[in-house]
């Protein structure tokens, strides 16, 4: 797309979008189709689950943007042409965590790697002294291949410190990492992969796939001595969205904060291809995926402090889909270079929910800074669903978002605040499960 061409989309955004800028008051989306795409665009079928007019605002969205059937449009990237939408993964396309899914499936089949010199702080920069004492205590150093399937002491531990970011015995297992770029334990599960090719990695998360899609609504599966979550089902409303704005012509992408392999298994069950879905990615050596990870923006493959975690999936998103290079695409974009339409469940989604230009649409899990900003909703652009499969119920208080509502890069906790500065108060929970 030439200079005039990029000035005259990104005109055209703003006419609609009001101005498109975080925190800056918006116009409601527009609301007809133009005359070009009217009767064209491919219809949501499924109704069930939506809450209000969510369903019937994304409708709109679809004849709006979407390119539907004119055809000559290129592919997502820097100049292109096709509107994009991204999605989250894990209990925004599925119900339960397909990163949990395939890290319970790797302990109970013992299929993770002992430690380079059986030294844990290898697996992971963050993790702390006592955590990496108590994993050398628990884990055997002798074999190849740790034997979680039958050591309890080994994989009570290691579950543990990826579930609960704690030893068994409370004390705390990461620390020192950037709360707004990394989560050390979802990081915890690519690192742990080391010493594996990406077919392989494939193929264990193919495995737990088929174990947690076949297993009942409600199965909790052994881990050692403990037990977790072990089923998973995709959200037909959701297939459904993304089926619809494929067909009305709009690049979709999956963005997970799980390993990029284990995401690409499960997104290939929404007709979402490897091409566009993005994860955390292990630098490679010979083959075989290193503990080491790669960065995006400024941050060098093997510093390991940013994933796509909050502002790591605004600059995973500039960098693979708009072809933002350096530290330009850990930054907010002009509208034309950013998505149309962003869904989410988690604090971990923020900063690419603000980012698009459309509508938001979030899943309520509860999360505080999310639904902070959901329910303040300063654009109008802001879509809220109870969970489709078992939705969570009204929030007794309101969220405290005037409080401690978001969390700062060293972890503290403050108030929520608008790209104004001003302060988002408390916001009751009104979209919500029976």
């Known amino acids: 797309m030439n200079f005039k061409r990029r000035c005259t989309a990104a ?13 800056v008051q918006a116009t409601a989306e527009a609301t007809q189709p133009s005359p070009s795409n009217a009767g064209k665009c491919p219809t949501l079928s499924i109704t069930k689950g939506w809450y209000g007019d969510n369903r019937a605002r994304l409708q709109r969205m679809v004849d709006q ?3 539907c059937g004119d055809g000559g449009h290129q592919g997502a990237g820097t100049g292109a042409a ?20 395939t890290m319970f499936w790797l302990l109970r089949n013992s299929k993770i790697r002992t430690p380079l ?9 963050y993790l702390t002294a006592p955590a990496a004492k108590a994993l050398a205590a628990a884990c055997p150093a002798t074999a190849k291949t740790l034997p979680t399937g039958s050591d309890t002491d080994c994989a009570d531990e290691i579950a543990s410190v990826y579930s609960e970011g704690t030893t068994t015995d409370g004390t705390t297992a990461f620390d020192g990492f950037d709360h707004r770029r990394m989560e050390p334990q979802y990081a915890w599960l690519a690192q742990l992969t080391r010493g594996w090719s990406t077919r392989q990695v494939k193929d264990f998360a193919a495995e737990a796939r088929k174990e947690n899609l076949a297993a009942p ?15 998973a089902r995709y959200y037909d409303q959701q297939r459904d969205l993304i089926r619809t704005l494929k067909k009305a012509g709009f690049d979709v992408y999956v963005v ?22 993005i994860g955390i990615r292990n630098v490679t050596a010979h083959g075989k995926l290193t503990a080491r990870l790669k960065g995006c923006g400024a941050v060098k493959d093997g510093d390991d402090s940013m994933i796509t975690y909050i502002d790591g999936k605004r600059c995973w998103i500039n960098q693979e889909i708009y072809g933002v290079r350096g530290a330009a695409a850990e930054k907010v974009q002009p509208p034309y270079n950013r ?8 604090d971990t989604d923020i900063s690419f929910l603000r980012d698009a230009t459309a509508l938001r649409l979030v899943l309520n899990r509860n999360k505080n800074e999310l639904m902070c900003r959901a329910y303040d909703n300063g654009d109008g652009r802001w879509l809220v669903n109870p969970m489709f499969i078992e ?4 929030l007794a208080k309101p969220y405290p978002c005037a409080s401690t509502g978001y969390t700062e890069r060293d972890g503290k906790e403050a108030p929520v605040r608008r790209a104004d500065g001003s302060i988002v108060p408390d916001q009751k929970d009104t979209v919500h499960g029976p």
């Open 11 to 23: 005109a055209a955004v703003l006419a609609v979008a009001g101005t498109g800028l975080l925190g």
């Open 65 to 67: 943007y979407g390119r």
């Open 82 to 101: 096709k509107p994009v939408a991204t999605f989250d993964w894990d209990n925004t396309v599925i119900k339960n965590d397909v990163g949990d899914a």
């Open 117 to 125: 010199n059986a030294d844990w702080h290898t697996t992971s920069r």
């Open 217 to 231: 609504i409600g199965t909790e599966q052994r881990v050692g001595t403990g037990k977790f979550t072990g089923w």
């Open 256 to 277: 997970s904060a799980s390993p990029e392999p284990i995401a690409e298994v499960w997104a290939k069950g929404v007709g979402v291809d490897t091409r566009h879905t």
């Open 339 to 346: 998505p149309v339409f962003a869904a989410g469940d988690s």
């Open 391 to 394: 939705p969570k119920g009204k």
